[in-house]
């Protein structure tokens, strides 16, 4: 495509919503991804291990694939794309045999909860969050400050929000449970980004990822992540615009404080006619793709020390049947956590932020074979996990990645006995690996950088660019790294698009 209206630097779920939100609405778009074979970022899939078993190499659940304001308007599952739930949406395990589990069914809350007193709780608490989930994500995930969502929230829903949620993850749980089975789950989503449990104001988030999966769940789409990320292609061609790999931007063009197109590696110049939307990360937008006279001095000094999350280490195998998970529930469950308490999570959180690499590793486990067979061959089964790490090691990952990998394996096998035997191949991707496959993975960040308070709403990425635009006109930053930040809902790419739009105009 020769001169399009707007280039979109990267295909991750927001590069590609705000391709297509741009396209529908009639322009002419051209998404650049620099992987050499395909889209997606982080939302890709691959046979890691084996001939068909097809592994997701970076998000496997999708709690907003529901209710993401961006995918419901572009209509996901009438383009053909399948949203599959197991029995449970997570399971929280422990040595001594103690569980509790998210579900989306309302007897299975109550009943799977740590105790008939914690079900209880958490089934009310269920109740209250489906009453107000659609307002709520609308408030937190629309261009900032969003404030109708907030009126139709109202002020009784308000008031239970802040009393609920102006705390850490930890504080949150330990006001509404009484089980140490149950007072684990809402601080172990805070880990999901390096939200521990005793950290300022880390409830919100946590909230947000344990009650959505009470209603979306954790969802997976049918064949693997790639299919929503083919789907989105798809409907972008639909709508004329167009996706090139192997296509890495190596710079912004600016003429008189406006981008006019980008440079590729190759040296090829491409010239947008309304303006360039990237989907990088903050730093790599404004200290490599930028040239220093584009950008003021303050916003590269605060770039050049941005707060990255934890690191991420990433592993997936190949089974020859499910994990026999000890705890029964938790051979149902999409998605087991392994962490023993909320003083677990915080120790693991400590070390990590110390620069260690952990001993007792918490892991997400996902278990996408039990809602999705299609994803291994008949009898086999894929299994997920991914641990935080430190992002960086004096010595470099390398050294590490083997023994941390069998320490994940000895996590997995003291809660599930007989786990190692169902091992038909591993692979993994230490931090370094996963930036290597994806330049947004600072240090296996899968967050978009730090998801503490202080970097959301108008910190994010930095002060006053929460709106997506940039000191450059024509230049804005959709990627996880704007507001709303980590997950896949599309909206950072969604609100970009429009505000673009609106620009252009
Ligand atoms: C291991 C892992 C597990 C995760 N699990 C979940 C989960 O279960 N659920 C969930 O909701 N989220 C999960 N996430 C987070 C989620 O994947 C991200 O929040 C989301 O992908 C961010 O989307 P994005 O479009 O901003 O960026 P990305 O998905 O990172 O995509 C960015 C794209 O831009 C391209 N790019 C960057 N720079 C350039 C350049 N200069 N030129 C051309 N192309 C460029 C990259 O190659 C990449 O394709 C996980 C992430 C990881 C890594």
């Known amino acids: 495509m020769r001169d399009p209206d707007f280039i979109v630097i990267g295909s991750g779920p927001n590069g590609l919503v705000a391709a297509n939100v741009l396209a529908r609405r009639g322009y002419r778009v051209l998404v650049l991804e620099?992987?050499?074979?395909?889209?997606g970022g982080a939302v890709a899939s691959e046979e890691l291990t084996r001939p068909g078993f097809i592994h997701d190499v970076g998000a496997g659940f999708f709690s907003f694939g529901r209710s993401s304001p961006a995918f419901r308007e572009l209509e996901l599952e009438a383009a053909g794309l399948r949203w599959v739930n197991a029995h449970f949406e997570s399971c929280h395990p422990a040595l001594d045999g103690t569980y509790a589990c998210i579900a989306r069914d309302p007897h299975e809350q109550a009943a799977h909860f740590g105790s008939p007193a914690d079900g209880a709780a958490f089934a009310a608490l269920a109740r209250f969050h489906?009453?107000?989930e659609r307002n709520l994500l609308d408030a937190l995930l629309r261009p900032f400050p969003a404030l109708l969502p907030l009126v139709k929230l109202g002020v009784p829903a308000l008031a239970r929000l802040a009393t609920l949620l102006l705390r850490s993850s930890g504080g949150l749980a330990r006001s509404l449970f009484e089980?140490?089975?149950?007072?684990?789950?809402?601080p172990s989503l805070g880990l999901h980004v390096d939200v521990g449990p005793e950290d300022t104001l880390g409830a919100p988030l946590a909230y947000v990822l344990g009650l959505t999966a009470t209603t979306g769940g954790y969802a997976v789409p049918v064949g693997g992540a790639r299919a929503l990320t083919n789907t989105l292609v798809t409907m972008l061609e639909q709508h004329g615009g167009h996706l090139m790999l192997g296509a890495e931007v190596t710079r912004v063009i600016v003429r008189g404080g406006r981008a006019e197109g980008v440079v590729l590696a190759n040296g090829e110049q491409i010239r947008a006619r309304l303006g360039v939307l990237a989907d990088t990360s903050a730093p790599g937008l404004y200290l490599a793709l930028l040239e220093r006279k584009d950008v003021p001095r303050w916003v590269r000094r605060r770039m050049r020390r941005f707060e990255l999350g934890f690191g991420t280490f990433k592993l997936d195998w190949?089974?020859?049947?499910?994990?026999?998970?000890?705890?029964?529930?938790?051979?149902?469950?999409?998605?087991?956590?392994a962490a023993e308490s909320i003083d677990d999570l915080t120790r693991f959180a400590r070390?990590?932020?110390?620069?260690?690499?952990?001993?007792?590793?918490?892991?997400?486990i996902g278990q996408h074979t039990l809602a999705d067979p299609s994803r291994a061959p008949a009898g086999g089964h894929t299994l997920y996990a991914y641990s935080r790490v430190p992002p960086y090691l004096p010595g470099g990952w390398h050294k590490e990645a083997e023994r941390f990998a069998d320490r994940v394996e000895e996590r997995i096998?003291?809660?599930?006995?007989?786990?190692?035997?169902t091992i038909l191949a591993r692979h993994y991707f230490a931090p370094s690996e996963l930036e290597a496959m994806d330049a947004n993975l600072l240090g296996g960040d899968l967050g978009g950088g730090s998801n503490a308070w202080y970097h959301q709403l108008v910190f994010r990425?930095?002060?006053?660019?929460?709106?997506?635009?940039?000191?450059?006109?024509?230049?804005?930053?959709?990627?996880?790294?704007?507001?709303?930040?980590?997950?896949?809902h599309g909206m950072c790419g969604f609100n970009a698009a429009q505000i673009a739009a609106r620009d252009a105009a």
Not at 34 to 39: E, G, W
Not at 179 to 184: G, M, N, Q, T
Not at 353 to 359: L, Q, Y
């Open 34 to 39: 620099a992987h050499p074979r395909r889209p």
């Open 130 to 132: 489906a009453g107000v």
């Open 179 to 186: 089980s140490e089975a149950a007072r684990r789950v809402i």
């Open 318 to 337: 190949a089974l020859s049947a499910p994990v026999p998970w000890r705890v029964e529930a938790a051979r149902r469950s999409a998605v087991v956590h």
């Open 351 to 364: 070390e990590v932020r110390s620069g260690r690499v952990p001993e007792q590793p918490y892991l997400v």
């Open 413 to 421: 096998e003291a809660l599930a006995p007989g786990f190692r035997q």
């Open 461 to 488: 990425p930095v002060f006053p660019y929460f709106r997506y635009r940039t000191p450059v006109r024509g230049l804005y930053l959709c990627s996880s790294y704007a507001h709303p930040g980590a997950g896949v």
